[in-house]
């Protein structure tokens, strides 16, 4: 193989996510030889799963909602679009979660310390709900069902052991705090992820501190550049993933060229 000798380089190849795109992480490879610590890498806004599929029949149902994740003490939250998927969940709120939950499962025993996710469905909070249940003179379900994809609603009402023709007026106390707990700050049963296949970006990666942030270069290895993927950051689906990857390849472009 014919060698070519540069005074600089710059790495910008992708990281781990999407494979079938040709970006197979192989650069994590070459940065290791070079000396650089590499944070663990996983999979990060990428849909869950769960098993046994069991919101299955909700596939196609799609709605904004607030989500949050909670682990070790850490919790964050999102708010966007949710989708209903045949083998789990994705949309929106989904991705910028699903960091969280790679992560509890990458660290803890097989179905032990996993990060929980709870949903509130809309933007009504568990007062507002009360309110719309204890002023509403029809079916539960009709009530739910003005706020709420249909199915869902029945689901949610389901799943609160109520039946679908019981009336507002009727509710019993511990029904109607059921189904505003579900309604509010929803558990979501999952048990993985889609992995690198369906991931957005890689998470991990070369730590920040072992390069110049003024410049991107390297402290480790003079001449060498990194930016993008490669580096251990990442941000909210929307646009910021690639935002990074330009700014951050202008940046050691303009850098590795004045010297």
């Not at 197979?24 to 650089?36: M, S, T």
């Not at 607030?66 to 964050?76: F, M």
């Not at 960091?99 to 310390?113: R, T």
């Not at 993927?229 to 990857?245: C, K, R, S, V, Y």
Request: with cysteine; charged share 20%; net charge neutral.
């Amino acid at each position: 193989m014919a060698s070519l000798e540069a005074g600089t380089v710059i790495l910008a190849t992708g990281g781990s996510s999407v494979p079938a795109t040709g970006s197979d992480g192989a650069v994590f490879d070459i940065v290791r030889a070079l000396g650089h610590v590499v944070h663990p890498l996983y999979p990060a806004l990428t849909p869950l799963l769960a098993e046994p599929a069991v919101h299955a029949p909700l596939s196609g149902v799609s709605l904004n909602v607030r989500i949050r994740a909670k682990w070790r003490g850490r919790e964050i939250e999102s708010y966007g679009g949710f989708l209903f998927t045949h083998r789990g969940y994705s949309g929106p709120s989904v991705l910028d979660v699903s960091h969280v939950a790679v992560q509890s499962l990458a660290a803890g025993e097989a179905g032990k310390d996993r990060a929980v996710l709870r949903v509130r469905w809309s933007d009504l909070d568990r007062d507002a709900w009360l309110s719309i249940l204890d002023a509403h003179g029809g079916l539960v379900l009709s009530a739910v069902s003005r706020t709420l994809p249909g199915r869902l609603a029945e689901r949610l009402l389901t799943e609160s052991g109520i039946p679908l023709d019981r009336r507002a007026s009727e509710l019993r106390k511990t029904e109607r705090n059921g189904l505003v707990d579900r309604l509010t700050s929803y558990e979501l049963p999952w048990s993985g992820d889609e992995g690198f296949k369906k991931a957005e970006v890689t998470g991990g990666g070369v730590a920040l501190d072992e390069v110049d942030t003024r410049t991107l270069e390297s402290r480790r290895c003079r001449g060498l550049f990194l930016c993008g993927e490669i580096l251990d950051a990442f941000g909210p689906i929307g646009g910021h993933n690639f935002a990074w990857a330009w700014a951050t390849g202008r940046l050691a472009g303009t850098a590795a060229a004045r010297v």
